[in-house]
């Protein structure tokens, strides 16, 4: 974009830009807070001078993220958002309420290049990544809609995080600064589908910032038919990066793992993902996957999801079942923002 969006501005950028037009220095740290706090209306932004507000209308794009459609779960209270970009690309993102606060998950691209077989984000195209305020500003944008402060947030919706790294540690480095947002980092996960490369530098990073990975498969075979990254990268250089990570950082990681019905949700299925993580310091979280009309994918039966649980349970692994939320309101990413390009485009 020729102009940046104003999200995208940290403090000594705002300082810059204050000097080069001759305002007073503390007017930086004033526009900052504001924009930090997810406005994106100048005319409430009362102790900043017209003459300044102008002036970021006229050298920033201000109205960078719109929200299109909000639906909320009559189940359970999720929300979700379609978020327009200033240039017609759309976002997704959830808003679930726990007893701990509000989680969120955000987008890190308009689409996804990865390809998953079972992912309705691969299926309704790529359109570009999304800027580190633009990632950002899911969270202060819906925080500022409905008055309440996030407590944590999940890097896993619309695209792969890794693909678009640049700006992903841009925008951990807005959502963690004290005077801004000031989200701790443990409060911050980011999900990838096993870029292992960027793993690494990630890793090298020593932030504090969770990691998950993507694997729905116990071995090669079976995700090279799922996932496209596994022909780049195969569960052996997978998992070495995965040890590495957790033996640098001390932290543990998530292996995500949704079950399809008759595809990976065996009894021997478990076995080999138990024999594939043995000695990670991991926790699996099992995912009742998403079904999306097209999909060959088919979620696996209760009877099946728990007795995949239970095996995992007496291999001795520590495993989770991701709590189902917003069924109602298609809150799994991708669903939503598909539907809407595949109507625009009849």
Same mark, same amino acid.
């Given at each position: ?39 994106? /209306?100048? /005319? ?20 960078? @993220? ?18 327009? $970009?200033?240039?017609?690309?759309? &976002? ?37 990544? @999304? ?31 890794? /693909? ?30 096993? $870029? ?10 020593? @932030? ?37 990570? +957790? ?19 065996? &009894? ?58 917003? +069924? ?19």
């Amino acid at each position: 974009m020729s102009r940046r969006f104003t999200f995208d501005l940290d403090l000594p950028a705002w300082e810059t830009w204050v000097k080069e037009k001759g305002y007073p220095h503390y007017r930086a740290a004033q526009i900052y807070q504001w924009f930090s706090k997810g406005v994106q /209306d100048t /005319d409430r932004m009362k102790n900043i001078p017209v003459q300044i507000r102008k002036a970021i209308e006229e050298d920033f794009i201000v109205m960078g @993220l719109e929200i299109e459609k909000e639906l909320t779960s009559g189940i359970d209270g999720t929300k979700k958002f379609i978020f327009q $970009l200033y240039d017609g690309h759309r &976002v997704e993102t959830v808003l679930m309420k726990y007893k701990t606060g509000y989680s969120i998950c955000i987008s890190s691209q308009a689409g996804c290049r990865m390809g998953c077989a079972f992912c309705a984000s691969a299926h309704a195209g790529f359109g570009r990544s @999304l800027t580190s305020g633009e990632m950002l500003g899911q969270i202060t944008v819906i925080s500022d809609h409905i008055g309440e402060r996030i407590h944590s947030v999940v890097v896993m919706g619309i695209g792969e995080p890794f /693909d678009n790294y640049d700006n992903l540690m841009d925008f951990l480095k807005l959502a963690n600064d004290p005077e801004g947002l000031n989200l701790g980092a443990r409060h911050i996960t980011v999900s990838t589908c096993g $870029l292992v490369p960027q793993m690494i530098e990630f890793m090298c990073a020593d @932030l504090q910032v969770n990691l998950s990975v993507s694997l729905h498969a116990p071995g090669d075979v079976l995700r090279r038919s799922m996932m496209p990254v596994a022909n780049l990268y195969d569960m052996d250089t997978l998992l070495d990066a995965c040890r590495r990570y +957790t033996e640098r950082t001390g932290r543990r990681i998530t292996f995500e793992y949704s079950l399809f019905n008759g595809v990976n949700d065996s &009894v021997s299925d478990a076995h080999d993902l138990a024999g594939q993580l043995r000695g990670i310091h991991c926790h699996i979280n099992l995912i009742a996957a998403n079904e999306f009309e097209g999909s060959p994918y088919h979620r696996s039966t209760p009877e099946r999801v728990r007795t995949f649980q239970q095996t995992l349970e007496q291999l001795g692994m520590t495993v989770t079942l991701r709590r189902e939320m917003g +069924t109602d309101i298609m809150a799994a990413c991708g669903q939503l923002r598909r539907g809407m390009q595949e109507k625009e485009q009849i």
